[in-house]
């Protein structure tokens, strides 16, 4: 199989505690709005 083939559809991976799968449009604005919360970083990192 040609390497350009291998990942024509992205895998999911997928364990017991951790989903991996590929990034879609639905989602992607949950997780702009998420990573993009600085609140949520300087927050966390105040505390430690």
């Known amino acids: 199989m040609p390497f350009k083939d291998a990942f ?3 895998p999911k991976l997928e364990t ?4 991996l799968r590929e990034l879609c449009s639905e989602v992607a604005k949950e997780y702009y709005n998420y990573f993009s919360d600085q609140e949520r970083f ?3 990192r105040r505390e430690e």
């Open 16 to 19: 017991e505690r951790f989903i």
């Open 8 to 10: 024509i559809t992205f």
């Open 42 to 44: 300087l927050l966390k």
